[in-house]
């Protein structure tokens, strides 16, 4: 009998100390948004690279599974059903789209607020300095190599900061957040306007 104990109880250990390793403010928003079905807040977002910023604002609208919706002031588009991914600009009424195993976009990175968030699988170092979490990534492969947090408490995410293998940076602050509310899948599937250029995006 006592055989039979020690496979669950190596388990239960090592994962007691996988999450001793993991700062329990990082601990928070993983609970939060793990038990999130559906999100709605406002966005504002700035991107900098090589000494241009560009600031814009918007709503995001997120429902699991890996379905997220960001619509910009302006019209442009972001959103995936979890398994293609569009970028449309209305002003160039252009439409990329790219799967979503295949986006360098650093938007990318944010489905974290699906719920599928695991620091100790998804990062191999997660720190806090001052009242940001700071989490690195496993593979430097990827289109980011940090992630910045601002949490409250409560784990709700107040600000995120992306940035990328290129040095470029994105940075987001969130508001209004509100969980687990009424949303429609189908404002996850997008149509390209009539007219407008599509372009495939391959990696």
Known sequence: MAARKVG??????????????????????????????????????????QGRTRRETGSLTLLKPGRMRWDYEGGKVFVTDGQVLWLYVPSANRAERSKVKQSDDLRAPLAFLLGRLNFARDFREVRTEGNEIVAIP????????????????????AQV????????????????????????????????PAGAEIVEVEQ
């Open 8 to 49: 669950p109880v190596i388990g239960l250990v090592l994962a007691a100390l996988v999450a001793a390793d993991v700062p329990q403010a990082a601990l928070a928003v993983e609970q939060r948004y793990n038990a999130s079905q559906s999100l709605k807040m406002q966005f504002e977002q700035s991107y900098a690279q």
């Open 138 to 157: 496993k593979s430097e492969k990827g289109p980011y190599r940090e992630v910045r947090f601002v949490a409250e408490p409560d784990g709700r995410i």
């Open 161 to 192: 900061k992306v940035t990328g293998q290129d040095a470029s940076v994105m940075e987001f602050s969130f508001s209004a957040e509100r969980r687990n509310v009424p949303v429609d899948a189908r404002l996850f599937r997008f149509t390209p």
